[in-house]
């Protein structure tokens, strides 16, 4: 173990046709490897079973409302951004069976589902960005301050156990991404910048003539597992590339958000204009939530067959922008998209910093790109910061929701 562990951090050099040889190694010690797949006209996370799955040669253009796959110019597995999904998707799935109750006469019983991933199979993550290990944090950080014991039911029986995470740099950036505001990316970092840990760092040169990966262990197992993968050390400048290729990246950014006091800006805002304006805009179809990496909205969902002999609860992803989400005893305590959309900026920016320590944002940008209006947070967010009068839109009494 003491020749693993002196091997964490050491960048080697790694052909890219012997990628394969890390799919096989994970899977012989038992992971299901899950990454970037091609899918209809996106790029989404599944099972992989080698690198032959990955969307070689694909990347990806984005805007605001918009999203388009784009061929490359040369055969780069991971040389796309981001898709709409993210990996809490896996580490909190859309629909989790908490229990089926079974009548059996005069009596029932009541089944627990087989916990996720903690069976004899665990999950390997291929392809994490930085911003996508920071957004893990941010969901550990949920659910640690959510005080979610070891033994709650949720935990219990449907969180996975950690995956393995091989995290890849960013080569690119999208239009939408501005991790390099929110000090995530694009760059991963040593293990713990992010504040999550991992296993494998990547980064890719995909030339013609000498497509090539440095492949780094960030952790002990990491370290084993690339022990068994083809590999030299990398030269001076091989590292160097490294370096550059996430500089270039962070200087290739266009979109910035700039939030010196959070909560204070969200305070003085409470009033302000353009939360009509915006909600004049959004269509309150969730879509931000559900593609954002770190939103952790459920529900509970109780549902029976038509014999009335099977009955199950089951746990579902839910959004701040339902209506219904936030009913209390007799109505809904948010009942505009202005209130609505208000509350979710408001927590994902400003409020979050004081109840979980960071903010809610990493910068992915998902939520800029699958907003079928195009709602941009840092345009929006600029517009706050501005006085009534400079927006144009004339000053209305606050009501409240
Ligand atoms: S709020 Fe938007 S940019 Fe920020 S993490 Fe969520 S989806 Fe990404
Ligand atoms: S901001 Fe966009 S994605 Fe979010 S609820 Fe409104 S219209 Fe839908």
Redesign the pocket.
Known sequence: MATLSADIGVTYRMRAGDLGALFSTLHAANFLTIGPRLSGEAIILEELNGPEDLPVGWGDEQEAGRYRLRRRADQAFFGYNLGPESWKKFLTPQRQLLWRARRQGATFTIEQPERLGGGPQQLAFIGVRACELA?IRVQERVREVSGQPANDLIDAKCRVATPFLVGVTCAQSAATCFCTSMGTGPALGPPGSSGVGYDLALTEFPSEDDHHFTIEARSERGADIASHIPRQLATEEECDAVRQQSDTTAALMRRHLKLDKPAQLFQDSLEHPHWDEVASRCLSCAN?TL????CFCTNIEDTSDLSGDVAERWLRWDSCFHLDFSYLHGGSVRQTTRSRYRQWLTH?LGTWHEQFGSSG????????AWCPVGID?TVELEALTLSPEVTGVQTGKYEHP
Do not use: M, N
């Open positions: 957004a931000c593609v954002c990496p770190t994902k944002c990493v910068g992915c940008g998902r939520c800029i947070l």
